[in-house]
């Protein structure tokens, strides 16, 4: 009686064992693709452009945008980015018809926008480069 | 969101359905005398592996992975430690359970502390202090003076040494700006690692002495900015390895029943060939628990478990085994990739080549791929000391996988 049930344990066991690695794999699979595809939907994003290592803070590879966002060293802001040469409400970003508009809070050090200091309110097109601080954005609208 | 959660409870609930089979496949066997104390143990224990991964991902912003892998590498484990000797295997489950508070409490001990990086020369001392404890009040158990015993427990204190040395070169290599200034820096390291090694060979435990030199050296060759030291440490390793190999009877024999065991199969070769035999009993899906002959081996229940999980529930659940240490030293070393701190970078890297390092040496010994050294399978094979200390590194491994450089800005 024992051997026939341990016979047809060690093939339930195998499965078993199996099937936990396959959905431990899988589920780090969909960890992994989880991260490079929440850049590439259909939406409008920043994407760093300094190489990440060469930061000495946190700053993530990727900033999907919503209807408005600033950013700034202050925890109240969206986008916190411990940058010494930004200021605790550094910018805002805001959508309008699809566009989005960038503005300055009166920032110490400034926001440049493809190498010009802005002033006011500046509308962004896709491919335009951001540096706030020692950071530089690409600005991507995929709409 | 919500999808993913349902995703995480498939591996939980097949590990649960796996030890649950288990439980009943002993039922089954004894069913005439049934041990209560068995059912009540394996409840609890089951229990206790949901409860905590449970917890463990409502407390930890980490990897979720880790616990869920080393858990279904001990419910394999107790299966087999239990088969080869009943009353071992409820002493494993007991060592299991201390082991998982051993987890949390190392968790919350080393997220609560700052300043681990700082503390070098404390781990280097503490390590010699050890060492030398070892010597004056060791006892030699099965030719290795690595043991201490107080009252009814033994314990290897080299087993808490492998984690002391991994924040040594941790914080040696966070610091390695300050360091590098000192003069001779590096070769002080080197010297104090070459001290451990000549502690551990006196001490006759040669598998330790290997997993000391690899850990070091990758780590060395990620870190270290003098090039040069990396190759006198490998020239050094392989003169002294020579130099033991002529001088040592006990290296040597490892060496000859490697080359050749079936000549002395009657002696020193014997341990090595019936484990052999046993692997190639067992076939790809094994004789079935409990109808295989594991007990021929010499220390079936701990350096040689490898070999009696292959004979009785097949090479599959071996590739399995192998498969499940692979995925842990992969996502150790996604821990150590995403880490922006670099003292638990390092630790994170530490780590994982110990768990690998030390799989790898005790896999290739048992299938006679590489010289046996006797040393445990992290997680699987029996043993109290190694056991705790594997679950301790688990528990840094979980405190460095998550964000720690967010929690530290948030106190300015």
Redesign the interface.
């Known amino acids: ?3 026939i ?3 047809i ?6 499965v ?6 396959l ?6 699979y ?1 960890d992994i693709r989880g991260i490079d595809t929440t850049a590439l939907d259909n939406t409008t994003y920043l994407k760093l452009i300094n190489r990440k290592d060469s930061l000495p ?2 700053v993530e590879e990727y900033y999907a945008l919503k209807d408005v966002i600033r950013l700034g060293r202050a ?1 109240n802001n969206e986008i916190i980015i ?1 940058d010494p040469y930004v200021s605790k409400n550094h910018l805002k970003l805001v959508k309008d018809e699809g566009d989005y508009y960038l503005e300055d809070l009166n920032s110490a050090n400034g926001t440049y926008v493809n190498g010009n200091r802005i002033m006011d309110v500046v509308r962004l097109k896709n491919g335009d480069r951001i540096r706030v601080g020692q950071v530089e954005f690409l600005y991507v609208n995929r709409e | 969101m919500f999808k ?1 959660r349902i ?2 409870k ?2 939980r609930n ?2 649960v ?2 030890e649950l ?2 439980l009943f ?1 002993i039922f ?2 004894d069913k005439d005398n049934f041990n209560r104390n068995t059912l009540i143990l394996g409840m609890a224990l089951i229990s206790i592996i949901y409860i905590s991964s449970f917890i463990l991902l409502r407390i930890s912003t980490g990897d979720n ?1 880790i616990f ?2 080393v858990t ?1 590498l001990i419910s ?1 484990g107790i299966i087999m430690i239990y088969r080869i000797d009943p009353e071992l295997g409820m002493k494993q489950i007991i060592w299991t359970g201390i082991g998982i508070l051993l987890f949390f409490i190392s968790y919350f001990i080393i997220k609560s502390i700052k300043g681990w990086k700082n503390w070098t020369l404390l781990y280097g001392g503490a390590s010699i202090a050890l060492f030398l404890i070892t010597f004056i009040f060791g006892s030699r158990i099965k030719g290795s003076l690595n043991w201490i015993i107080i009252g009814k427990f033994s314990f290897q204190p080299t087993e808490i040494i492998k984690i002391l040395l991994i924040f040594l070169l941790a914080s040696y290599y966070a610091n390695y700006e300050k360091y590098k200034k000192v003069k001779y820096g590096s070769y002080c390291l080197i010297g104090t690692l070459y001290l451990f090694i000549a502690f551990l060979f006196v001490q006759k435990d040669l598998g330790t002495v290997i997993l000391f030199y690899f850990v070091f050296s990758a780590i060395q060759f990620i870190y270290e900015e003098n090039r040069r030291l990396i190759l006198y440490n490998t020239l050094f390793f392989l003169i002294s390895g020579l130099i033991g190999y002529f001088m040592f009877s006990h290296v040597r024999v490892r060496f000859e029943t490697w080359l050749n065991p079936w000549i002395y199969i009657d002696n020193k070769g014997y341990q090595i060939t019936q484990s052999l035999f046993a692997i190639a009993a067992g076939g790809f ?7 295989g002959y594991p007990d021929f081996i010499p220390e079936v229940h701990t350096d040689f478990i490898f070999s009696a999980i292959c004979e ?3 090479i ?2 071996g590739i ?1 085994l192998i ?2 240490f692979l ?1 842990l030293v ?2 150790g070393f996604k821990i150590a990739l995403s880490q ?1 701190e670099k003292f638990f970078k390092i630790v994170a890297l530490g780590i994982s080549i110990l768990f690998g390092i030390q799989s790898f040496i005790i896999f290739g010994g048992v299938l006679k791929m590489i010289p046996l050294t006797g040393i445990t399978i992290p997680f699987v094979s029996y043993g109290g000391s190694s056991m705790l200390a594997s679950f301790i590194a688990l528990g840094i491994l979980q405190v460095a996988s998550e ?1 720690l ?2 929690e530290e ?2 106190h300015e």
């Open positions: 009686m024992y051997n049930v341990s016979l344990f060690k093939y339930v066991f195998i078993i064992i199996y099937l936990f690695i959905s431990i794999i899988r589920l780090i969909l803070f946190k925890n411990r | 993913k995703n995480y498939v591996p097949l590990l359905l796996f089979l288990a496949l089954a066997h992975y869920l892998i279904m394999i899906f094994g004789t079935g628990i409990g109808l009785e529930m097949g599959f659940t399995g498969m499940l995925i992969y996502r922006d964000d450089n967010l800005i948030e």
